[in-house]
């Protein structure tokens, strides 16, 4: 079959078979990575690290892996070898320690009690293998309440508080069902930084350590202000006080829907507006007509109007406005005034579409013998404008395990002498002494990056004390709001100095809500602030200075930008060339959308995270349900806790990761790439990835309760639960678990018996074709006990199934003792003295981490300068001109 037959073409011709090529030298060449993950979490991990060039290899049990029934695998699975090994079995339990000694990294996604009954726990990993560097992904973590609940996503979402925060995305009341990964992707790429950092750490130390990520902290990378918001309700109940974003009945409280409107044009398509930043949203009144508005009293103080009625009518206006133009109308508007900019709402492989996408060369079509031609994103990180490594097939089960088994019996013979020795890679003679820590920034132990003993002694690395891995790492930031500058924040948490750059007047972000500093609080956390003109030929040698003692720079400025503020790869690297360099832009560094602007709603929709979790709402016609639909969608995609800019961050920090070991391990990176609507597409590969007999993806069942009756969410006799027992083994015990419960045998009796027995649920095959009577069973039987005697019955039987949150994750962690104890820590800031915080993204077993606060707009600037050399009546004068602030 031609590609072209199967995809058809583009709307701008051809679908391109082929992408930029290539870097000559991938940078993790040379690694080994063991991957022994059964879950998604693991897989784009290892992805990852794969696709930087790493060999990983995947070790399957037998029948393969149960990632290979994800729509994703084609590219999930790609560029890895594939060894099966039962586990159970002596011998293969050789071939698997024979491949472990000759291992750098180790992933596993196993529960901590599995794992350790299993012989694979932190503990067994490390014992003769002291440089290996052992990765746990789980869903709660290794310690705390809940870390022996099953890691399913939907339960540690449910249990979150997660799909109370998407409540709207339903017109019925109660939680609903959030089909977007988010905790799977954050979860994988916490876990991509904190191997990463252990293995920078790894080269000055000589030795390894243990890593653990999991979906609760992963997730929670996602919220921007949120815990801040509930942190202001509780401390200054009189002075502020947190509202939904919509009343009741969806009509507009936040004055934040205007600038990111959601509307259908004249010929149905709809539009997800972006226009947050002033001028922006003045350019959009323009654009509408009602410019007049701001100088009429009604509508005084616009967009923050007095009264419900205003800001009805107001929405109203707009939704006409937008409903007056068709799309090529809009479209029209879009190419001939950089200031406004929508994107219409996408879904599924649509993304591929994109016009900066095809520009950037970020879709490839692979020809694989197992499944044809496969169209899928490149990789996540590209380089001078070209992917990391050429896309690979995803191996058949046990295709490599011939070599693997031989390698591995090579290694075992060779263990006894190689686990006496600890030798650590010399680090490039490139690397440069990082600038030294501030004394403003909080305390953390560092370490020069020059003059490291390539092979130290043992005693010494085992009784040293040990810092943040990254500490001694320093990176100058230009970034505004949440999607980049975040990224940096939880490096900020490694050991990272970060110092930020601001305007006089502060990044946009201060400002966006009504408290003093509430929208920047968890962004700034970790950094130091200088604020300066970048206008001015002394800012820019400020900067320019600053660039020449950093080790890396980030820039997230819409195309153009960089270049005009004279902060661009070209300029930096020539006053530094071993800078690591990381554009991290919405659209592009150039191309037809690069100069647009870009916020987690409009990339959210053009990426089909909207209409991927509310695929039935944009069905609308009247105003009525136009209105409706909005809301829906809005939910899906502005929700401050789950959207494409928390995505996009743990995207930015796994690409700085990787440069800093890059240029660690001799093979530095020319100026890196990854962007927001590139993070968006990668986080729903299991959405986007587009082969003929691609399996069909379970739905979200109208009623937003889940994917299939047994992973789906329930209403209790009192809440709600959520049960995960979608396979057979789980089916066996949920059934002998239920049966045995006298309050269902007295309330439903004999319906619980019956599911043992009933032909239409004997099997898996069966249970999926009465999935619907299954549910109504289900049901009955759930509504005979409140929620929270549900969750402690069947996870007692290690049934996954918990009772649904109906509050806020940031209040609930923040309120319950134990669960802070577990996931916050304690922090200060300018603004909320000493609080607390959520902790850091990742633990190691031997590097410590930070959990610094958050900074004020040029908190940092005469410290800074002072540290370059500048005396008190030159920064007396520099301020006198409004070149600092």
């Known amino acids: 079959m031609s590609t072209a037959s199967l995809f058809g073409p583009g709307p701008d011709g051809p679908v391109p078979v082929s992408s930029p090529v290539p870097v000559s030298s991938p940078p993790l060449a040379g690694l080994r990575v063991i991957d022994l993950s059964t879950t998604m979490p693991g897989a784009l991990a290892t992805q990852f690290l794969a696709d930087a060039g790493a060999d990983v290899v995947g070790v399957e049990p037998p029948g393969g892996s149960p990632l290979r029934r994800s729509p994703a695998w084609p590219a999930v699975g790609g560029g890895r070898r594939s060894i099966v090994v039962d586990l159970r079995h002596p011998a293969d339990r050789d071939v698997l320690d024979g491949l472990l000694a000759g291992a750098d990294v180790v992933v596993t996604t196993l529960r901590p009690r599995t794992a350790r009954r299993l012989g694979l726990g932190p503990d067994d990993l490390a014992r003769h293998r002291p440089r290996l560097v052992s990765a746990a992904i789980t869903g709660w973590g290794s310690a705390g309440p809940w870390a022996d609940l099953k890691g399913y996503e939907a339960l540690v979402m449910a249990k979150l508080g997660m799909f109370h925060a998407k409540r709207r995305l339903v017109p019925r009341p109660g939680p609903a069902y959030c089909s977007v990964a988010y905790a799977t992707w954050g979860a994988a790429h916490t876990a991509v930084q904190g191997i990463v950092a252990a293995l920078v750490e790894r080269e000055s130390s000589g030795r390894g350590q243990h890593v653990e990520a999991d979906l609760v902290r992963g997730v929670s990378m996602m919220d921007t202000w949120g815990w801040f918001e509930h942190l202001v309700a509780v401390r200054f109940p009189d002075a502020y006080r947190t509202v939904d974003a919509t009343t009741p009945t969806g009509d507009p409280v936040s004055a934040l829907v205007y600038p990111l409107l959601v509307a259908p044009t004249r010929d149905g398509h709809w539009l997800q507006f972006a ?212 990224g940096t924040t939880m490096l900020a948490d490694l050991g990272a100095r970060v110092i930020k750059v601001e305007t006089l007047e502060g990044d946009t972000i201060r400002r966006i809500l009504p408290f003093p500093e509430l929208g920047a609080v968890r962004v700034m956390q970790g950094k130091e602030s200088i604020a300066l003109d970048l206008g001015t030929d002394e800012g820019r040698r400020i900067v320019h200075e600053l660039a020449r003692r950093s080790d890396v720079v980030l820039q997230a400025f819409r195309a153009g930008a960089a270049e005009r503020a004279g902060v661009d790869a070209a300029t930096l690297r020539a006053v530094n060339p071993d800078l690591i360099y990381v554009n991290a832009p919405g659209y592009g560094t150039d191309g037809p959308c690069g100069d647009r602007p870009a916020y987690a709603p409009s990339i959210g929709a053009a990426t089909g995270i909207a209409l991927t979790e509310a695929p039935n709402a944009a069905k609308a016609t009247s ?106 083994r789980e089916w066996a015990t949920l059934v002998a678990t239920l049966a045995a419960d006298p309050a269902v045998e007295l309330a439903a009796a004999p319906l619980a018996d019956a599911l043992a027995v009933d032909p239409r649920f004997a099997t898996a095959a069966a249970r999926a074709e009465h999935d ?30 918990v009772q649904v949150t109906e509050m806020d994750a940031e209040l609930q962690l923040q309120t319950d003792p134990v669960l802070a104890a577990e996931y916050a820590s304690p922090a200060v800031s300018p603004i909320f003295d000493e609080h607390l915080r959520m902790g850091p993204p990742v633990r190691f077993s031997r590097s410590a981490t930070r959990s610094p606060g958050g900074c004020l707009a040029g908190e940092h600037t005469e410290a800074i300068l002072h540290e370059l050399g500048y005396g008190d009546e030159k920064i007396k004068d520099l301020r006198a001109r409004a070149v600092i602030g």
């Open 623 to 728: 105003l009525a349900e136009i209105k409706s639909a909005s809301v829906r969608i809005r939910s899906a995609s502005a929700v401050t806790s789950l959207q494409a800019d928390g995505l996009a961050a743990l995207g930015v920090a796994s690409a700085i990761s990787l440069g800093l070991l890059a240029r660690t391990r001799g093979r530095p990176l020319g100026p890196m790439t990854v962007t927001m609507i590139a993070t968006g597409m990668h986080a729903l590969l299991e959405h986007v990835v587009e082969y003929a007999g691609r399996p069909a993806r379970p739905a979200v069942d109208e009623g937003g309760h889940g994917l299939t009756a047994l992973y789906r969410m329930y209403p209790a006799a009192r809440g709600w639960v959520f049960l995960a027992a979608p396979t057979p």
């Open 772 to 801: 619907d009577e299954l549910a109504v069973a289900l049901g009955r039987i759930f509504a005979t006990r409140p929620a929270a005697e549900w969750e402690q019955r069947l996870t007692a039987a290690d049934v996954g199934c």
């Open 275 to 486: 226009q947050v930043e002033p001028r922006l949203f003045a350019a959009m009144l323009a654009e509408f007509g009602l410019t007049p508005l701001l100088a009429d009293p009604k509508w005084a103080g616009l967009p923050v109007l007095e009264t419900q009625e205003l800001r009805t009518e107001l929405w109203e206006i707009m939704i006409r406005k937008v409903g007056e133009r068709t799309l090529a109308d809009w479209q029209q508007v879009f190419a001939t005034n950089p200031d406004i900019n929508a994107e219409v709402f996408t879904v599924g492989s649509g993304v591929l579409d994109h016009p900066q996408i095809r520009h950037d060369g970020r879709v490839v079509v692979l020809d694989t013998a197992e499944h044809g031609p496969v169209r899928r994103p490149t990789t996540l990180v590209h380089v001078d404008g070209a992917p990391l490594t050429p896309p690979r097939p995803a191996p058949r089960p046990d295709e490599h395990g011939a070599d693997l088994r031989a390698e591995a019996a090579a290694a075992r013979s060779a263990a006894p002498h190689s686990a006496t020795t600890c030798p650590a890679t010399t680090r490039s003679a490139t690397t440069r002494s990082a600038t030294t820590r501030s004394a403003t920034t909080c305390s953390a132990t560092t370490r020069s990056a020059a003059g490291r003993s390539a092979d130290p002694p043992a005693e010494s690395a085992v009784s040293a004390p040990v810092g943040p891995p990254l500490a001694g790492v320093t990176i100058l930031e230009f970034g505004l709001m949440f999607a980049a500058p975040f």
